[in-house]
């Protein structure tokens, strides 16, 4: 498969394609799922597959591919597609989570109130470990095929 010929970079190539992938496979399983059909959420994170990981492992395997796995340039790569990744399963998946709870509190506080305290935050922010598993699945299957 030819890459290069969106920003004259395969590997940054690579790396965009396999985030569209990833980002229209969300809109896709949403329009399946949950029968809600939105291009919003092309630019949206969260959910499944993870892009982050797909967009960092597609880079990773596109220059393990072209230019070898033994140079500094693939264990930079390296390195920094697993602290993507991590963070797109810990870091983030928690920060989700405290949102989830500060807008279950402040639900709880209007009810009390009958006032409005503020809008709510986002919750869906990182991702489960299989969700970081396929993202970074179609990212190793298209930097392959560099």
Request: aromatic fraction near 8%; include cysteine.
């Amino acid at each position: 498969m030819y890459f290069g010929m969106l920003t004259r970079n395969a590997v940054l190539d690579c790396a965009l394609l396999a985030w569209f992938i990833c980002q229209a496979a969300k809109v896709l399983i949403d329009a399946v799922v949950l029968r809600e059909f939105s291009l919003h959420r092309m630019i949206t994170s969260g959910g499944m597959p993870s892009s982050h990981s797909g967009f960092v492992v597609a880079a990773t395997a596109a220059i393990g591919k072209l230019y070898g796995i033994d140079g500094p340039l693939f264990a930079l790569a390296a390195i920094f597609s697993a602290v993507v990744m991590y963070d797109a399963c810990n870091v983030r998946r928690c920060a989700g989570d405290t949102a989830h709870l500060v807008n279950l509190l402040l639900s709880s506080l209007e009810k009390r109130s009958h006032e409005g305290l503020s809008k709510d935050l986002k919750e869906v922010m990182g991702h489960s470990p299989f969700q970081v598993f396929i993202g970074a699945l179609i990212g190793l299957a298209l930097g392959l095929l560099v």
